[in-house]
Protein backbone atom coordinates (compact mmCIF):
# COMPACT_ATOMS: atom_id res chain seq x y z
CA UNK A 1 0.00 0.00 0.00
CA UNK A 2 1.29 3.64 -0.52
CA UNK A 3 1.86 5.47 1.95
CA UNK A 4 1.50 9.54 1.14
CA UNK A 5 3.98 12.05 2.72
CA UNK A 6 4.13 12.65 6.31
CA UNK A 7 2.84 16.28 5.90
CA UNK A 8 -0.35 15.04 3.64
CA UNK A 9 -0.78 12.64 6.62
CA UNK A 10 -0.53 14.58 9.23
CA UNK A 11 -2.77 17.52 7.92
CA UNK A 12 -5.66 15.11 7.07
CA UNK A 13 -5.02 13.71 10.47
CA UNK A 14 -5.52 17.21 11.96
CA UNK A 15 -8.80 18.22 9.85
CA UNK A 16 -10.07 15.17 11.01
CA UNK A 17 -9.65 15.92 14.84
CA UNK A 18 -10.43 19.43 13.72
CA UNK A 19 -13.76 18.42 12.56
CA UNK A 20 -14.61 16.16 15.47
CA UNK A 21 -13.96 18.56 17.79
CA UNK A 22 -16.54 21.04 15.79
CA UNK A 23 -18.93 18.41 16.63
CA UNK A 24 -18.68 17.45 19.76
CA UNK A 25 -16.09 14.86 20.00
CA UNK A 26 -12.10 15.33 21.28
CA UNK A 27 -11.33 11.49 21.99
CA UNK A 28 -11.19 9.73 18.45
CA UNK A 29 -8.98 11.46 16.11
CA UNK A 30 -6.54 13.52 18.10
CA UNK A 31 -3.46 15.80 18.31
CA UNK A 32 -1.28 17.33 20.27
CA UNK A 33 2.52 17.41 21.31
CA UNK A 34 3.48 14.16 21.38
CA UNK A 35 2.04 13.63 17.46
CA UNK A 36 -1.73 12.43 16.23
CA UNK A 37 -3.39 9.51 17.07
CA UNK A 38 -6.57 7.64 16.26
CA UNK A 39 -8.05 5.43 18.85
CA UNK A 40 -11.72 3.87 17.88
CA UNK A 41 -11.69 2.54 22.00
CA UNK A 42 -12.23 -1.03 20.71
CA UNK A 43 -8.47 -2.48 21.03
CA UNK A 44 -7.89 -0.41 17.22
CA UNK A 45 -5.19 2.47 16.97
CA UNK A 46 -3.06 4.03 14.84
CA UNK A 47 -0.26 6.75 15.53
CA UNK A 48 1.53 9.50 13.64
CA UNK A 49 4.50 11.23 15.19
CA UNK A 50 6.68 14.14 13.02
CA UNK A 51 10.47 13.41 13.97
CA UNK A 52 12.94 16.14 13.76
CA UNK A 53 14.94 16.42 10.77
CA UNK A 54 11.77 16.23 8.71
CA UNK A 55 11.26 12.68 9.41
CA UNK A 56 8.31 10.29 10.65
CA UNK A 57 7.00 7.20 12.50
CA UNK A 58 3.00 5.58 11.31
CA UNK A 59 2.70 2.91 13.79
CA UNK A 60 -0.68 0.77 15.20
CA UNK A 61 -2.64 -2.07 15.93
CA UNK A 62 -5.56 -4.01 14.86
CA UNK A 63 -6.81 -6.64 17.11
CA UNK A 64 -8.32 -8.22 13.80
CA UNK A 65 -6.96 -7.47 11.08
CA UNK A 66 -3.01 -7.08 12.39
CA UNK A 67 -2.06 -10.25 11.42
CA UNK A 68 1.59 -9.59 11.85
CA UNK A 69 0.99 -10.20 15.65
CA UNK A 70 0.05 -13.92 15.21
CA UNK A 71 2.58 -14.81 12.20
CA UNK A 72 4.65 -18.43 11.51
CA UNK A 73 7.25 -17.41 12.53
CA UNK A 74 6.68 -14.07 14.30
CA UNK A 75 7.49 -10.98 13.04
CA UNK A 76 9.12 -8.79 14.43
CA UNK A 77 7.76 -5.36 12.88
CA UNK A 78 10.79 -3.45 14.98
CA UNK A 79 13.46 -5.07 12.57
CA UNK A 80 15.40 -2.57 10.59
CA UNK A 81 13.89 0.25 12.30
CA UNK A 82 16.16 3.43 12.55
CA UNK A 83 17.43 4.80 15.90
CA UNK A 84 15.41 7.68 15.48
CA UNK A 85 11.96 6.33 16.13
CA UNK A 86 10.58 6.70 19.27
CA UNK A 87 11.69 3.61 20.67
CA UNK A 88 10.57 3.38 24.09
CA UNK A 89 6.74 4.23 22.78
CA UNK A 90 7.28 1.51 20.32
CA UNK A 91 9.00 -1.35 22.25
CA UNK A 92 6.69 -1.89 25.41
CA UNK A 93 3.44 -2.47 22.66
CA UNK A 94 6.08 -4.53 20.92
CA UNK A 95 7.10 -6.50 23.94
CA UNK A 96 2.62 -6.76 24.44
CA UNK A 97 2.14 -8.17 21.07
CA UNK A 98 0.13 -4.80 20.85
CA UNK A 99 2.07 -3.53 17.85
CA UNK A 100 0.70 -4.69 14.08
CA UNK A 101 2.70 -1.89 12.09
CA UNK A 102 5.61 0.59 12.26
CA UNK A 103 6.22 2.54 9.36
CA UNK A 104 9.07 5.26 9.55
CA UNK A 105 9.66 7.99 6.72
CA UNK A 106 13.52 9.06 6.63
CA UNK A 107 12.59 12.38 4.93
CA UNK A 108 13.10 10.79 1.64
CA UNK A 109 10.27 7.66 1.59
CA UNK A 110 8.88 5.19 3.92
CA UNK A 111 10.62 1.78 5.11
CA UNK A 112 9.27 -0.95 7.09
CA UNK A 113 9.96 -4.34 8.37
CA UNK A 114 9.93 -7.30 5.92
CA UNK A 115 6.86 -9.41 5.76
CA UNK A 116 3.81 -10.59 3.74
CA UNK A 117 1.15 -10.89 6.65
CA UNK A 118 -1.94 -7.98 6.66
CA UNK A 119 -0.97 -5.37 9.09
CA UNK A 120 -3.81 -3.19 10.10
CA UNK A 121 -2.34 0.13 8.05
CA UNK A 122 -5.90 0.56 6.52
CA UNK A 123 -8.52 -0.23 8.96
CA UNK A 124 -7.01 1.86 11.39
CA UNK A 125 -5.40 4.94 9.52
CA UNK A 126 -7.18 4.09 5.92
CA UNK A 127 -9.24 7.63 6.17
CA UNK A 128 -5.62 10.01 6.08
CA UNK A 129 -4.09 7.17 3.59
CA UNK A 130 -6.51 8.66 1.10
CA UNK A 131 -8.14 12.28 0.33
CA UNK A 132 -11.26 10.56 -0.89
CA UNK A 133 -11.63 8.96 2.10
CA UNK A 134 -10.69 12.06 4.76
CA UNK A 135 -13.51 13.39 2.74
CA UNK A 136 -15.74 10.62 3.53
CA UNK A 137 -14.87 10.97 7.40
CA UNK A 138 -15.76 14.24 7.26
CA UNK A 139 -18.78 13.76 5.93
CA UNK A 140 -19.80 11.10 8.17
CA UNK A 141 -18.84 13.12 11.07
CA UNK A 142 -21.77 15.07 10.45
CA UNK A 143 -24.36 12.97 9.42
CA UNK A 144 -23.59 10.24 11.78
CA UNK A 145 -22.01 11.72 14.78
CA UNK A 146 -23.14 14.78 14.60
CA UNK A 147 -26.86 13.42 13.64
CA UNK A 148 -27.08 15.79 11.06
CA UNK A 149 -29.87 15.00 8.22
CA UNK A 150 -29.33 17.02 4.99
CA UNK A 151 -32.74 18.39 4.11
CA UNK A 152 -32.05 17.92 0.45
CA UNK A 153 -29.89 17.67 -2.28
CA UNK A 154 -28.76 21.02 -1.90
CA UNK A 155 -28.05 20.84 1.88
CA UNK A 156 -26.10 17.62 1.09
CA UNK A 157 -24.04 19.39 -1.29
CA UNK A 158 -23.44 22.49 1.13
CA UNK A 159 -22.40 19.87 3.81
CA UNK A 160 -19.62 18.14 1.02
CA UNK A 161 -18.66 21.73 0.30
CA UNK A 162 -18.01 22.62 4.17
CA UNK A 163 -16.00 19.23 3.93
CA UNK A 164 -13.73 20.42 1.17
CA UNK A 165 -13.10 23.71 2.16
CA UNK A 166 -12.26 22.41 5.46
CA UNK A 167 -9.40 19.67 4.37
CA UNK A 168 -8.44 22.24 1.70
CA UNK A 169 -7.61 24.68 4.18
CA UNK A 170 -5.87 22.26 6.53
CA UNK A 171 -3.74 21.44 3.02
CA UNK A 172 -2.57 24.71 3.40
CA UNK A 173 -2.68 25.61 6.90
CA UNK A 174 -5.16 28.27 6.39
CA UNK A 175 -7.87 27.13 9.00
CA UNK A 176 -9.77 29.78 10.70
CA UNK A 177 -13.04 30.67 12.07
CA UNK A 178 -14.72 31.52 8.55
CA UNK A 179 -13.56 27.37 7.49
CA UNK A 180 -15.17 25.92 10.73
CA UNK A 181 -18.61 27.64 10.57
CA UNK A 182 -19.80 26.37 7.83
CA UNK A 183 -19.26 22.95 8.93
CA UNK A 184 -22.31 21.58 11.14
CA UNK A 185 -21.69 21.15 14.57
CA UNK A 186 -21.21 24.42 16.28
CA UNK A 187 -18.34 24.21 18.47
CA UNK A 188 -16.19 26.68 16.53
CA UNK A 189 -13.83 27.61 19.39
CA UNK A 190 -12.90 23.64 20.34
CA UNK A 191 -12.28 23.32 16.58
CA UNK A 192 -10.22 26.42 16.63
CA UNK A 193 -8.12 24.97 19.76
CA UNK A 194 -7.23 21.52 18.10
CA UNK A 195 -6.35 22.98 14.52
CA UNK A 196 -3.68 25.03 16.53
CA UNK A 197 -2.62 22.59 18.43
CA UNK A 198 -2.42 21.01 14.98
CA UNK A 199 -0.59 23.12 13.37
CA UNK A 200 -3.15 23.76 10.39
CA UNK A 201 -4.16 27.17 11.22
CA UNK A 202 -2.50 30.26 9.53
CA UNK A 203 1.05 30.42 11.02
CA UNK A 204 0.75 27.40 12.80
CA UNK A 205 3.71 24.68 12.79
CA UNK A 206 3.14 20.99 13.50
CA UNK A 207 4.55 19.56 16.52
CA UNK A 208 7.70 17.55 16.16
CA UNK A 209 9.17 15.02 18.92
CA UNK A 210 12.77 14.33 19.70
CA UNK A 211 14.77 11.91 18.04
CA UNK A 212 14.33 8.57 19.71
CA UNK A 213 17.14 6.61 21.08
CA UNK A 214 17.76 2.52 20.25
CA UNK A 215 17.77 0.02 23.14
CA UNK A 216 20.59 -1.75 23.97
CA UNK A 217 18.21 -4.84 24.44
CA UNK A 218 14.95 -5.76 23.74
CA UNK A 219 12.33 -8.20 23.83
CA UNK A 220 11.84 -10.15 20.35
CA UNK A 221 9.35 -12.35 20.39
CA UNK A 222 10.67 -15.76 19.38
CA UNK A 223 7.75 -18.09 19.12
CA UNK A 224 4.01 -17.48 17.92
CA UNK A 225 1.41 -18.11 20.35
CA UNK A 226 0.26 -21.01 18.73
CA UNK A 227 4.02 -22.11 18.96
CA UNK A 228 4.07 -21.49 22.63
CA UNK A 229 0.51 -22.92 23.43
CA UNK A 230 1.44 -25.75 21.42
CA UNK A 231 4.48 -26.22 23.42
CA UNK A 232 2.90 -25.97 26.71
CA UNK A 233 0.12 -28.43 25.50
CA UNK A 234 3.22 -31.21 23.95
CA UNK A 235 3.74 -30.79 27.82
CA UNK A 236 0.84 -31.49 29.60
CA UNK A 237 0.69 -34.92 27.54
CA UNK A 238 3.59 -35.79 28.90
CA UNK A 239 2.61 -35.05 32.26
CA UNK A 240 0.73 -37.16 35.27
CA UNK A 241 -1.99 -36.31 37.44
CA UNK A 242 -1.15 -35.35 40.88
CA UNK A 243 -2.20 -37.69 43.48
CA UNK A 244 -5.04 -35.54 44.90
CA UNK A 245 -8.57 -36.43 46.78
CA UNK A 246 -11.68 -36.92 44.68
CA UNK A 247 -13.84 -34.31 45.20
CA UNK A 248 -17.49 -34.64 47.21
CA UNK A 249 -20.47 -35.25 45.57
CA UNK A 250 -22.26 -32.00 44.59
CA UNK A 251 -25.45 -30.95 43.40
CA UNK A 252 -24.03 -29.64 40.41
CA UNK A 253 -22.93 -33.30 39.30
CA UNK A 254 -26.49 -34.18 40.22
CA UNK A 255 -27.52 -31.81 37.60
CA UNK A 256 -25.07 -32.49 34.97
CA UNK A 257 -26.00 -36.71 35.39
CA UNK A 258 -29.26 -36.04 34.77
CA UNK A 259 -28.83 -34.23 32.12
CA UNK A 260 -26.09 -36.55 30.69
CA UNK A 261 -28.37 -39.70 30.99
CA UNK A 262 -31.64 -38.16 29.87
CA UNK A 263 -29.75 -37.36 26.64
CA UNK A 264 -29.10 -40.53 25.80
CA UNK A 265 -28.75 -41.09 22.05
CA UNK A 266 -30.34 -44.59 21.90
CA UNK A 267 -33.05 -43.72 25.16
CA UNK A 268 -31.23 -46.28 27.31
CA UNK A 269 -29.05 -44.21 29.50
CA UNK A 270 -25.71 -45.02 27.90
CA UNK A 271 -24.23 -41.03 27.06
CA UNK A 272 -21.28 -39.71 26.93
CA UNK A 273 -20.03 -35.95 27.83
CA UNK A 274 -16.46 -34.79 27.02
CA UNK A 275 -15.26 -31.45 27.92
CA UNK A 276 -12.00 -29.06 28.52
CA UNK A 277 -13.59 -25.94 30.63
CA UNK A 278 -11.90 -22.82 32.07
CA UNK A 279 -12.72 -19.69 33.53
CA UNK A 280 -13.40 -18.22 30.17
CA UNK A 281 -14.74 -21.11 27.52
CA UNK A 282 -15.58 -24.88 27.26
CA UNK A 283 -15.72 -26.93 23.74
CA UNK A 284 -16.96 -30.73 24.04
CA UNK A 285 -15.86 -33.58 21.85
CA UNK A 286 -18.39 -36.81 21.18
CA UNK A 287 -17.26 -39.90 23.13
CA UNK A 288 -18.88 -42.81 22.24
CA UNK A 289 -22.62 -42.17 22.65
CA UNK A 290 -22.97 -38.38 22.45
CA UNK A 291 -25.57 -36.06 23.99
CA UNK A 292 -28.68 -36.46 21.40
CA UNK A 293 -30.40 -32.82 19.97
CA UNK A 294 -33.31 -33.27 19.05
CA UNK A 295 -36.25 -33.03 16.97
CA UNK A 296 -36.61 -28.96 16.53
CA UNK A 297 -33.47 -28.31 18.36
CA UNK A 298 -30.98 -26.00 17.70
CA UNK A 299 -27.48 -28.14 18.36
CA UNK A 300 -25.86 -24.85 19.65
CA UNK A 301 -28.57 -24.30 22.61
CA UNK A 302 -28.24 -28.36 23.80
CA UNK A 303 -24.22 -27.43 23.82
CA UNK A 304 -24.91 -24.44 25.95
CA UNK A 305 -26.88 -26.07 28.28
CA UNK A 306 -24.00 -28.26 28.11
CA UNK A 307 -21.72 -25.89 29.19
CA UNK A 308 -23.39 -23.92 32.15
CA UNK A 309 -23.81 -27.28 33.61
CA UNK A 310 -20.29 -27.91 33.15
CA UNK A 311 -19.34 -24.90 34.70
CA UNK A 312 -21.30 -25.21 37.38
CA UNK A 313 -19.89 -28.10 38.44
CA UNK A 314 -16.33 -27.04 37.86
CA UNK A 315 -17.05 -24.02 40.46
CA UNK A 316 -18.43 -26.37 42.64
CA UNK A 317 -15.38 -29.11 43.02
CA UNK A 318 -12.44 -26.38 42.36
CA UNK A 319 -10.74 -26.25 45.75
CA UNK A 320 -8.80 -23.72 46.55
CA UNK A 321 -5.55 -25.43 47.38
CA UNK A 322 -5.19 -27.84 44.80
CA UNK A 323 -7.55 -25.95 41.64
CA UNK A 324 -9.77 -27.10 39.13
CA UNK A 325 -9.72 -29.51 36.96
CA UNK A 326 -9.49 -28.39 32.91
CA UNK A 327 -10.65 -32.27 31.37
CA UNK A 328 -13.86 -33.84 32.69
CA UNK A 329 -15.06 -37.42 31.27
CA UNK A 330 -19.08 -38.42 32.53
CA UNK A 331 -20.13 -41.72 31.29
CA UNK A 332 -23.60 -43.10 32.40
CA UNK A 333 -25.63 -46.16 31.86
CA UNK A 334 -29.44 -46.78 33.32
CA UNK A 335 -27.83 -46.76 36.93
CA UNK A 336 -24.61 -45.82 36.43
CA UNK A 337 -22.45 -43.15 36.00
CA UNK A 338 -18.46 -42.95 36.42
CA UNK A 339 -16.10 -39.68 35.87
CA UNK A 340 -12.78 -38.87 35.20
CA UNK A 341 -11.47 -35.49 36.09
CA UNK A 342 -7.89 -34.13 34.44
CA UNK A 343 -6.23 -31.11 36.58
CA UNK A 344 -2.81 -31.51 35.66
CA UNK A 345 -2.33 -33.07 32.63
CA UNK A 346 -4.00 -34.08 29.19
CA UNK A 347 -6.34 -37.21 28.78
CA UNK A 348 -5.65 -39.55 25.64
CA UNK A 349 -9.69 -39.34 25.52
CA UNK A 350 -9.13 -35.74 24.31
CA UNK A 351 -8.04 -35.66 20.41
CA UNK A 352 -5.33 -32.96 19.87
CA UNK A 353 -6.70 -31.30 17.27
CA UNK A 354 -4.15 -27.88 17.47
CA UNK A 355 -7.27 -25.86 18.33
CA UNK A 356 -9.86 -27.12 20.93
CA UNK A 357 -8.18 -26.99 24.48
CA UNK A 358 -7.32 -24.66 27.01
CA UNK A 359 -5.35 -21.46 26.58
CA UNK A 360 -1.99 -20.37 27.78
CA UNK A 361 -3.95 -17.44 29.80
CA UNK A 362 -6.66 -19.91 30.99
CA UNK A 363 -3.95 -22.18 32.14
CA UNK A 364 -1.64 -19.37 34.23
CA UNK A 365 -4.62 -17.67 35.95
CA UNK A 366 -5.56 -21.05 37.29
CA UNK A 367 -2.07 -22.09 38.44
CA UNK A 368 -1.54 -18.83 39.54
CA UNK A 369 -4.34 -19.50 42.12
CA UNK A 370 -3.06 -22.98 43.60
CA UNK A 371 -0.58 -23.40 46.20
CA UNK A 372 2.74 -24.21 44.94
CA UNK A 373 2.52 -28.15 45.50
CA UNK A 374 -0.42 -28.16 43.40
CA UNK A 375 1.07 -26.65 39.90
CA UNK A 376 2.62 -29.34 37.67
CA UNK A 377 5.93 -29.32 36.15
CA UNK A 378 4.85 -27.27 33.09
CA UNK A 379 3.56 -24.62 34.72
CA UNK A 380 7.02 -22.79 34.24
CA UNK A 381 6.39 -22.98 30.19
CA UNK A 382 3.44 -20.63 30.56
CA UNK A 383 5.70 -17.49 31.64
CA UNK A 384 5.66 -15.18 28.79
CA UNK A 385 9.32 -14.58 28.53
CA UNK A 386 9.36 -18.33 27.42
CA UNK A 387 8.39 -16.90 24.26
CA UNK A 388 10.17 -14.26 24.26
CA UNK A 389 13.87 -16.76 24.85
CA UNK A 390 14.59 -14.48 27.58
Known amino acids: MEIPGPADLWRRWAALATALAVVGFDDVWMVGARGAHHDDHGGNWARLALVEGGRAVLYGYDHEYSATVDAEPPVDVLAGAPDWVPWDELSPYAAEDQLGYVYWHDGTAWGCAPYDEQDGL ?233 ISGPGRDDLAREMAGREEPWRPRWTALLDSDVAFGD
Open 122 to 354: AQTAGAVLDRAAALAELFDFVVQWGNYEPVDDADEARVRAACEGLLAAAERQAVDGSVLRPYPGGLIEAGLAVAAAGGITPGGVPPVIAAGTQPRERRVRKLSDREHRRLVWDAMQRAEELDRPLPPPTPAMDNLVRWVRDRAPNHDGRCSLLFWASASGASEQDGEFPPEVRLGEEALTVFGQAVDLVHAVRVEEADRRTGAWFFLRVETTAGDATFERRYDSWPDWWPDNG
